[in-house]
């Protein structure tokens, strides 16, 4: 480009930062990044804006780096530059997802103190944090709000709920949510289903779980293999090994395809009842499926000798 006679501006340092988080080594991706960032500093017609500072605070979000995030975010706001809702809700998620809530919430209100409105995004992100962290009241009262304010709930809105509600075995509340996503006129996609079944799984009501199941497996003759996990996954945990061999048998009958992951959560759970003849019966399917096994006869043996 300098060859060329053409010379770098803040548009094309964005372009090499981006460019250079998608490599597949993220920890040296995220220093070669950064290296470009406090380059584009020191030039003044490639000073940081908003999108550069935005790119990077998501990439340090999403490494889990809350140091760096607030460290960066430091520096945004001793610069000229303003910061905009995308900003203020990658600072909030990434305390969000690493349990940092009362920092969270210092965002939040640093966000409405500059009238940055919070958008639907926002809203999904105290959402699914409080949820996370079985903070319920506070996330009941961030729904509240959004269904008064201009925004409108997405389906990430309710399976978050749903999922959270079922990992505290609040099976009511759950249900409750489900309703009210279908009154409000949305359909369940497969994310929420799955949400439902994992609810009854650990509510001890894989009956339940299966009828849902077997609702979704009728209606469109095959399912998501996440959800043929999900359905594997509450018969392990409520000990029903056998029905998890019989569920397997069925949908590799109507052509469904289990992966690497069916076979680990099943041998895990086979493992775990004593049940010998079902994981030579997994085995022997893996091998006819052409599925690497990763070590899992040598743990048979350490389990049952040779």
Known sequence: MRNSGCRPDTSVYNALITAHLHSRDKVKALSKAFGYFDKMKSIDRCQPNIVTYNILLRAYAQAGDTKQ????FKDLETSTVSPDTYTYNGVMDAYGKNGMLKEMESILLRMKANQCKPDLITFNVLIDSYGKRQAFEKMEQVFKSLLRSKEKPSLPTFNSMIRNYGKARLRDKAESIFKKMNELGYKPSFVTYESMITTYGYCDSASRAREIFDEMLEAQNKVEVSTLNA??????????????????????????LPNASTYKLLYKAYAKANRK????????CMDEKGIEKHGLEIKLRMLYGS
């Open 69 to 72: 995030v607030e460290a960066l």
């Open 231 to 256: 359905m594997l996954d509450v018969y392990c945990i409520n000990g029903l090994p056998t029905e998890a061999d019989q569920l397997l048998d069925l949908v590799i009958r109507k052509g469904l």
């Open 277 to 284: 003849d079902l994981i030579l019966k997994l085995l022997k």
